[in-house]
């Protein structure tokens, strides 16, 4: 099918074919595609957005905004046809939405400002509480065609503003009754002043009309330079005001170039500030939507790792229980073979654990026996003996061979050995000992050298070392 949109529409399209979806003025919908038409005409929302200033003083603000899809963007066409376009503009839902940016950013925004603020700077509260609105709404592709903030009206039980119009009301009727007062203060004062200047005219004139009659000639000429003196004094005077008035022209100029040139860097740098904001927002949006992809791209990898890694992961976990359950197969029938062979060993092993049993509990029955006999021939021969203990153990030593088992140990222990035996004899110990106690240090001498030739023997015997030529030889064996 074939359809075409107006002049401030547009065609959706989505459906077999394509990604995500089409906008178009005219196009062919096939089978298996759907299509909406969305209408761009701006809509007017009427609202009374309810704030408090940062005096916590609750007012009414009235608005209105015309608001609708940007024809100029397709992008933000792409967003409305997105987010709002099965919503009816003129719908509850819509409205609430929009609404609720409004309140919101106009909240935040009054709740900095005083009350005088929000009263007196109504362009710029408008223009600020414009620009933040716009771009909340660029999220879902909506332009704000025109916003009008009407006048602000007290909230029931706040009366701010009537009050405001009272004291202002007051204040000029307390003027007026001012300026009147003045006014009559000043025609009376005037009144009696001008009688006074009149009666004190007519007296002088009077007495100058005398004076000038007998002093024309001297007068004339006096009156003449008085006259000169005071137009001169009049000129002076008025130059020196107007010199004045110049002067107090150029300051007031000079004050007002002062105040344009203020005026004009606030705004110049409002404008940077404005700038500077907005680029940092731009710049933060950017930040994000590279982040945003960066993490896209590492999550859609990982997922790809993940997924191919667990795919080997899968067919290496199905290799191993293959080879494991072929090894458990394997396994448990060797299992059962040496279970077999183990009964098998097992009952052979029982069989022979019984006869060596019934073999050691006959021995154990016989040495209880012999040991009982035993018991009763040790007693039956302590009786006999005497009860002397040490006659039965040598008996018994004797009758179980111990003596000669000691003796032929010990015969074993000096077999083999081949003792050398050397014989010394020393002469004349009877005639030393004949002699008198005066040869007792000579004779204890005499014992220690005739032992050295035994001690120097058995060295040589043992070490095969000689002593010294000095010392003495020793004999020859022969």
Request: glycine content about 8%; charged content about 25%.
């Amino acid at each position: 099918m074939y359809r075409v949109a107006s002049a401030s529409e547009y065609l959706v399209i989505t459906g077999a074919g394509i990604d995500d979806l089409k906008i178009a003025k005219k196009a062919w919908v096939l089978p298996g595609q759907s299509s909406a038409i969305i209408d761009l005409s701006p809509v007017n929302y009427t609202f009374e957005v309810q704030a408090m200033s940062a005096e916590k003083l609750p007012f009414v603000l009235p608005a209105v905004f015309t608001i609708g899809p940007r024809a100029d963007d397709m992008e933000a066409i792409e967003k409305y046809a997105r987010l709002l376009a099965s919503c009816d503009k003129n719908s509850k839902h819509v409205e609430e939405l929009v609404q609720g940016i409004i309140e919101g950013e106009t909240r935040v925004l009054v709740a900095s400002m005083t009350m005088e603020e929000v009263f007196k700077g109504t362009k710029e509260f408008k223009e600020e509480v414009f620009d933040k609105v716009q771009i909340e709404l660029n999220q879902f592709g909506l332009f704000i065609y025109n916003a009008n903030v009407k006048q602000l009206v007290d909230v029931p039980g706040h009366e701010y503003f009537s009050y405001l119009g009272q004291k202002t009301q007051m204040e000029a009727a307390n003027q007026a009754k001012v300026d009147v007062a003045e006014a009559k203060m000043k025609g009376a004062v005037g009144s009696k002043l001008r009688e006074g200047q009149t009666l004190q005219n007519a007296a002088k004139i009077d007495a100058e009309t005398k004076i000038i009659a007998t002093r024309r000639q001297g007068d004339g000429k006096k009156e003449e330079v008085k006259v000169n003196t005071e137009v001169k004094i009049y000129e002076n005077q008025r130059e020196a005001e107007v010199a004045k008035a110049n002067s107090e022209l150029a300051m007031k100029k000079a004050g007002w170039a002062r105040e344009a040139q203020m005026a004009q860097v606030e705004a110049a740098k409002a404008v940077a500030l404005k700038e500077a904001q907005l680029q940092k927002e731009v710049e933060r949006m950017n930040a994000l939507t590279m982040t945003e992809k960066l993490k896209a791209d590492f999550l859609s990898k990982a997922n790809v790792e993940y997924e191919t890694k667990a795919q080997e992961a899968n067919w290496k976990l199905y290799q191993q229980q293959k080879a494991a359950d072929a090894i458990l197969y394997q396994k448990g029938k060797e299992a059962e073979a040496m279970r077999a062979a183990a009964e098998a060993q097992f009952y052979a092993l029982q069989k022979a654990a019984d006869g060596e049993f019934y073999a050691k509990k006959k021995e154990a029955e016989g040495l209880v026996a012999l040991g009982q006999a035993q018991g009763a021939y040790l007693t039956s021969l302590m009786d006999s003996l005497g009860g002397n203990y040490g006659a039965v153990r040598d008996y018994l030593m004797i009758s179980g061979g111990m003596f000669q088992e000691v003796a032929r140990i010990n015969a074993g222990a000096v077999r083999g050995l081949q003792p050398r035996i050397s014989i010394w004899t020393n002469g004349g110990e009877g005639n030393a000992a004949g002699g008198g106690g005066g040869n007792a240090a000579m004779k204890e001498a005499a014992g220690v050298y005739k032992m050295l030739p035994p001690l120097f023997k058995t060295l040589q015997e043992q070490t095969g070392m000689l002593p010294p030529n000095w010392m003495g030889t020793l004999p020859a064996d022969n």
